[in-house]
């Protein structure tokens, strides 16, 4: 059996693109797992926005939000309070002295290092650009930890401990 030149050309592109998919699926995950961590991502750029609003909120009246209601009826503020595929309202809970917890169910472990215990008492302010009047001051121990970091989670309910600033 002799082959044309334009058969062996075909038969190789038709492998080429077969080991390309693969090797994307394998770098990459599959879309199922791609998608739930774009909506942990979202879950997680969520309760950042809801901490950022809950600062500022305590800069405007001294002291928290009874409820993600209060902060979100705040004017001039824009977050979401539900959960992006399940719809039931995130987690939030007043504790004493400036410091609050927000919740959040995830779909999987995040990506960054996990930590035993919940964020203590760090407040995202830390994680806001030079220059923005939320600037990290340089004793600030959240100045160390990025945005993925501060926001790290395994898979299921997790709870963040923040503190008012």
Known sequence: MNLSPR?????????????????GL??????AQE????IDDRRAADLHAIA?????????????P??????????GLRIST??????????????????????????AESEGPVRSTPILE????GCHAPGSPFATRV???????????????GSGRQCFQMQAR
């Open 82 to 107: 539900r959960d992006p595929t399940s719809s039931e309202t995130y987690g939030y809970r007043a504790l004493d002295d400036g410091r609050y917890e927000v919740c959040a169910n995830f779909a």
């Open 26 to 31: 394998v770098l990459l995950g599959n879309p």
């Open 139 to 153: 004793d600030d121990p959240a100045a160390r930890v990025g945005l993925r970091d501060l926001w790290a989670h």
């Open 7 to 23: 058969t062996i050309v075909l038969g190789a592109s038709g492998t080429a693109v077969v080991a390309a998919v693969v090797v």
């Open 66 to 75: 009874a409820s993600l209601d209060d902060l979100a009826a705040e004017p």
């Open 52 to 64: 950022a609003a809950t600062d500022l909120y305590w800069a405007r009246h001294g002291q928290l």
């Open 122 to 125: 760090r407040s995202c302010q």
């Open 35 to 38: 998608r739930e961590r774009r």
